[in-house]
């Protein structure tokens, strides 16, 4: 490990406010100054707005680009021979996807960093694990979709790993069987996307009439409520069909994006998603930037020490969200918790981006 990668043996939900702030601060300038250096692009934005990468900055001042910079441009503060991965996201209809290079380093700090982070909700064991789609995402290891990319980094975390789809998404109640039956019992682990969890998984086993014991299992999953919003399905309904269905299982969502692979924000027991110790998030006024205080829906933006081959350590998003605290949560975590409430609407995003600047100011 770099010594700059001390972050990533930051424990990963014990730092209270201050002992955070001083860490994350200079980790994050840090990372704009790297930034202004070497990626000609964000140089030129901070200068344009007038950003001075060495004047000491706040969390709250560390300037953020939009997340939808990167639909537009190829940015990048490593050399074409050091990109040895480039991350797409799946992107909506018409609109271009993100392209995130990736290093060495920056990949290595992303795996660490996700297993760090989720070791603290599965314990140090490598669990047999169940992935919820088909083998085919991850066939075809050159063109990294996030949905391929993200199903290779999390079973890492896994071993024995089974496919509870086959490839036409149908799903594998055999191989779903057999799973539950060799680990009876025992801790064991399940990743997917929610709204494949959610219709290829849970509707297909209640369409069959079927219930599957998997009780110990913790059921990780990530992707976005748009679709299961529009069927109706929250959280709540999501846990309580999939528990019926599976018996006593404990189920995390995550909030993360292709922008910002591996510090994602994790949800606890209580419901709320939790900043790790090299990650923060912000919620600011999509009108004017401010910062919002706990309560007060905005957009976020969220802090990652990880990108290391590109200027992606700030990023303002596209979610609307709130934060609900810090430090004090009831599970015990210490930092932010937040909850996300969407997407911001496609109408409203167009108005944004008359106001937006390509890069905010310091508050
Ligand atoms: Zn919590």
């Known amino acids: 490990m770099l010594e700059s990668d001390e972050f990533l043996s930051w424990p990963v939900y014990d730092a209270e406010r201050a002992l955070k702030r001083s860490r994350l601060e200079p980790a994050l300038q840090a990372l704009t100054r790297h930034h202004a250096a070497a990626c000609a692009d964000y140089g030129r934005l901070l ?3 007038g950003i001075a990468p060495d004047a000491p900055m706040t969390l709250e001042q560390l300037p953020f680009v939009p997340v939808r910079l990167f639909k537009h441009r190829l940015l990048s503060s490593v050399s074409p021979e050091q990109v040895f991965k480039t991350l797409t996201s799946s992107g909506t209809t018409g609109q271009a996807p993100s392209r995130i290079v990736l290093d060495k380093l920056t990949a290595q700090r992303q795996t660490t960093a996700l297993a760090r982070i989720m070791q603290n909700f599965l314990g140090p064991a490598r669990l047999p694990m169940l992935i919820v789609d088909h083998p ?3 066939k075809d290891r050159h063109s990294f979709s996030a949905r391929g990319a993200g199903i290779l980094g999390l079973s890492n975390l896994g071993r024995q790993h089974v496919y509870a789809l086959r490839d036409d998404m149908s799903l594998d109640l055999e191989a779903l069987r057999a799973f539950a039956e060799r680990h009876r019992g025992q801790p064991k682990l399940a990743f997917g996307f929610t709204f494949m969890v959610w219709q290829h998984f ?3 086993l209640r369409a069959a009439g079927e219930r599957v014991d998997l009780s110990g299992l913790v059921l990780i999953h990530s992707g976005g409520w748009k679709k299961l919003v529009d069927q109706a399905v929250d959280n709540a309904t999501f846990k309580a069909r999939l ?8 189920i995390h969502n995550f909030y993360g994006m292709v ?3 591996g510090s994602v924000f994790v949800e606890c027991e209580q419901g709320y998603l939790h900043a790790p110790a090299f990650a923060d998030v912000l919620v600011r006024d999509a009108t004017d930037w401010s910062v919002l205080p706990p309560g007060r829906e905005g957009l976020l933006q969220v802090l990652s020490c990880l990108p290391h081959s590109y200027p992606g350590h700030s990023l303002l998003t596209e979610d609307r969200g ?3 605290g810090e430090d004090d949560c009831p599970c015990g975590r210490r930092g932010r918790y937040f909850h996300v ?5 496609r109408a ?4 944004c981006s008359d106001t937006q600047p390509g890069l905010a100011a310091q508050a």
Not at 243 to 250: E, F, H, S, T
Not at 341 to 345: D, V
Request: glycine letters at 12%; aromatic letters at 4%.
């Open 47 to 49: 200068a344009a707005y």
């Open 136 to 138: 085919g995402v991850i």
């Open 202 to 204: 849970a509707q297909a």
């Open 243 to 250: 528990r019926d269905l599976l018996g006593d299982v404990r």
């Open 259 to 261: 922008e910002q692979v």
């Open 322 to 324: 709130v934060l609900l």
């Open 341 to 345: 409430h969407g997407r911001l609407p």
């Open 348 to 351: 409203e995003l167009r108005g």
